[in-house]
């Protein structure tokens, strides 16, 4: 543990972290009786808007990383949902002549619908407008209040109501847009209730500090300059805003969006069926081991929410992951530019699988990138279709035709030392490590690597040159089978990035398929799969059919 209490984080590489599960200090396990679990989170998305590309490439990521520790054994808590208060929305749903709950309730409801289509496997759903979360929002409120971090004081300043956010970095104040929305300020001059955050300098500094607390590391700059500022008390209420949960002991104010809002991760945690309780949370999963958001939330993510914990006395998430933006053929999307890539829209016309494998590979999770259509559909293509998708048809084909509709018998295809066993484990560790530090771009490439120097063999091999020699047909044997076997290895690992093409794969294989994203409990079936040697000789082969269809993008998306 390290010196403050938090677990430590080994590092490998610079800049780059790795989850390392400890046991809960002495003093910790006393206080709380806290399940071990992988508590991991999206955002809780805005409802003034359907859902965009960038809210999927968050919860896509974020689906991978829980899909892999299920797999992994890890019981996970995988947390998303909607952030539903605030005057953007108020005014959202004015200007469509709606109520504020009526269009939260269509809004959101197009959220958990998108998700499902999505295959998204989270655990809970959480909405800021649900009444059991107004009861943790006032409980943790008065832990606060009780603690001395409230006090009243005017606020004055330039806000952004697309952001939520008072901009008081004097260089944005000067110029009267948001430099993210590009849209103008509002000058706000009001008395509200303020959080202490003055108080947390010291604890909040040591917090950044620590290596693996905000990650990638390059994102860890920008909020300690933030931070060494010098932290200011942030107003957390609001008095000319209906839309929003009453301040208990205050009347007319309503709290500040994001202080209700970042408690939604606390919400999330309760079962339905409980009493809403902020002192059940630790027994529910928190803290989080991960929030996964945009680069843009950064600062509400580690600077403010940690600051808020300390004060209610609550344990401290493990590590914020802030991932880079979006663009499109190397544009901005927005409405006006009319080339918003609608995730519903591109599922219907691309699939699942090809969408996360795009993102995943192609974008290094912490970069910004570029979605560019002709990449897409070539990477798609050429990886899963051809490369990998190819590999096995082939391959089972032959198998089929020479050794009866089954698995060949193993032969030295068995044998540890059989260079595709060699490349294979090997292509497990890295994934491994990859994915433990969030690197989808690596794992991805470690699956993609074992299937090139699979092909790359078999067409060395050429067994459908050696079968025209009599004689050779152990030799074809033990060959097919090392070819099936690394083929087995590819689809297992790629369980987590792209489940369906994997289920597809391993059922093709006379294999249970892994990917269902269900909670698999007990000691884990696709760790006990990395075993070279895991295909069963003379198992039934079924028919081949592609795998993995190819995209045929004639129009822009
Ligand atoms: N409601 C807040 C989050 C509260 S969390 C307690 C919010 N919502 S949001 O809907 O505006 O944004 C959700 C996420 O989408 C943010 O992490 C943001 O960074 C991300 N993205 C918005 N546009 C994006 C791209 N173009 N590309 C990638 N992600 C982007 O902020």
């Not at 829980?66 to 947390?79: D, P």
């Not at 309730?105 to 059991?132: C, K, M």
């Not at 918003?340 to 999770?365: M, N, T």
Request: aromatic share 10%.
């Amino acid at each position: 543990m390290g010196s403050s209490g938090f677990p430590k984080i080994a590092r490998r590489g610079v800049g780059k972290i790795q989850f390392r599960r400890r046991a809960a200090p002495a003093a910790q396990r006393a206080l709380y009786t806290r399940r071990m679990s992988f508590t991991l989170t999206t955002p809780l998305y805005y409802v003034n808007d359907r859902a965009h590309l960038g809210s999927a490439y968050t919860t896509l990521a974020c689906d991978a990383i829980a899909r892999y520790q299920r797999l992994k054994s890890e019981e996970v808590v995988f947390i998303t949902g909607c952030d539903e208060h605030g005057q953007k929305i108020q005014r959202t749903a004015e200007a469509q002549g709606l109520s504020p709950q009526a269009h939260c309730d269509a809004v959101s409801e197009g959220y958990r619908q998108l998700w499902h289509q999505w295959q998204i496997s989270n655990d809970r759903f959480v909405r800021t407008t649900d009444p059991r979360h107004r009861q943790i929002v006032q409980q943790f409120f008065k832990r606060v209040e009780a603690n001395g971090d409230v006090v009243e004081g005017r606020q004055q300043g330039w806000y952004c109501v697309a952001c939520e956010e008072f901009k008081d970095d004097p260089a944005e104040a000067s110029a009267p847009h948001c430099a993210i929305h590009q849209k103008p300020l509002e000058w706000r001059d009001e008395l509200n209730l303020f959080f202490r955050l003055s108080r947390y300098q010291q604890q909040i500094e040591a917090l950044i500090a620590k290596p693996g607390f905000i990650a990638p590391g390059s994102r860890k700059k920008e909020v300690e300059n933030f931070v060494a500022q010098g932290l200011r008390d942030f107003s957390i209420s609001r008095v000319d805003l209906p839309w929003g949960i009453p301040v208990p002991g205050h009347p007319g104010h309503t709290f500040y969006v994001w202080f209700d809002a970042l408690l939604g991760y606390l919400t999330a945690l309760l079962d339905p069926n409980e009493e809403p309780d902020l002192g059940l949370v630790n027994a529910r999963g928190w803290p989080a081991q991960l929030h996964v958001i945009g680069k843009d939330i950064l600062r509400f993510h580690a600077v403010y929410w940690p600051a808020m914990l300390l004060s209610a006395g609550l344990p401290l998430p493990e590590r914020v992951f802030g991932h880079g933006f979006l663009t499109r053929e190397g544009q901005k999307m927005g409405k006006s530019l009319g080339n918003v890539l609608d995730p519903e829209s591109l599922l219907e016309h691309c699939g699942r699988d090809a969408v996360r494998w795009y993102l995943l590979r192609d974008i290094p999770f912490g970069d910004d990138g570029d979605f560019q259509q002709q990449r897409f559909s070539d990477l798609v293509n050429n990886d899963l279709a051809n490369t990998i998708g190819n590999l096995l048809n082939r391959t089972s084909s032959m198998a089929r035709r020479w050794f009866g509709d089954a698995v060949p018998p193993g032969g030295g295809g068995v044998a540890a030392s059989h260079p595709l066993a060699v490349a294979a484990l090997s292509a497990g560790e890295q994934f491994t490590s990859a994915m433990d530090l969030l690197d989808f771009r690596s794992a991805a490439e470690a699956c993609l690597h074992l299937a090139i120097t699979t092909n790359g063999y078999l067409n060395e091999q050429a067994p459908w040159k050696l079968m025209k020699q009599e004689g050779n047909g152990q030799l074809v044997g033990s060959d097919l089978y090392a070819v099936l076997e690394a083929t087995r290895w590819v689809a297992v690992l790629l369980a987590p990035l792209v489940p369906e093409l994997s289920d597809r794969m391993l059922q093709q294989l006379g294999q249970t398929p892994f990917a269902s994203g269900a909670s698999l409990g007990g000691p884990s079936a696709w760790l006990a799969a990395q075993h070279w040697g895991g295909l069963q000789p003379g198992l039934a082969l079924p028919e081949p059919q592609p795998v993995m269809q190819r995209l045929e993008l004639e129009a822009p998306l």
